[in-house]
């Protein structure tokens, strides 16, 4: 307690004249700390959008009536090296490889479904993995692309994975183990309420070979 406010005022100079340099740099840093916090969300939103938009190029590009392969390469290569740390780069190779894929050019569709790959995220990765597969296929590299389908996690993408599991056990003149890969896509088929009759015929002509 002080006797007097002089003392009192006397008193809270001395504190000033011991903190003012704490006092003043936490100030600083805080309003620092808000500003730079506000610019980073803002340019990180910004970034996004920006991708979003050349995403969206890219699409009409490849849906275009004639199509436009130069726009689709260099919007790709765009997304690719200033965006490939979101999923719009990841779709845009994967675009990238589907063309590939149609024009039979299994060695460039590999490579952008890789590049994919090391840059998607985890939701992602299941169809990327399977589209690997079954390029993996084309190519023959057989042994290659089961490993790749056994990367593959989640109820929702084990369907296809099974039937293309099967068709490649089968093209390595694996009957038995085929046979159960199309069981299982069949069963899970049936259970997620999909319809795929082709399944149904592997598993006929399966029968009728023996």
Do not use: C
């Amino acid at each position: 307690m002080y006797d007097t406010d002089q003392e009192q005022i006397e008193a809270i100079k001395r504190w000033w004249s011991q903190n003012a340099n704490w006092v003043i740099g936490a100030i600083v840093l805080f309003f620092a700390s808000y500003v730079g916090y506000n610019w980073y969300v803002s340019s990180t939103e910004q970034h996004r959008l920006e991708a979003s938009t050349t995403y969206e190029q890219l699409l009409e590009a490849v849906t275009a009536e004639q199509g436009n392969s130069e726009e689709q390469d260099r919007l790709t290569r765009l997304l690719k090296t200033d965006y490939s740390d979101l999923s719009y780069a990841s779709m845009a190779a994967l675009l990238a490889a589907e063309a590939a894929v149609e024009s039979e050019d299994y060695d460039a569709a590999l490579t952008e479904l890789n590049w994919a790959a090391d840059h998607a995220d985890s939701a992602l990765l299941p169809v990327i993995h399977y589209r690997t597969a079954m390029v993996q296929y084309q190519l023959d590299q057989l042994d290659t692309a089961l490993a790749t389908l056994d990367k593959i996690k989640g109820e929702g993408h084990q369907a296809v994975t099974f039937e293309l599991k099967g068709d490649i056990l089968l093209a390595q003149g694996n009957i038995d183990d085929a046979r159960s890969a199309y069981q299982a896509a069949l069963d899970l088929s049936s259970d997620q309420s999909i319809n795929n009759p082709y399944l149904k015929i592997k598993l006929d002509d399966l029968a009728v070979a023996e």
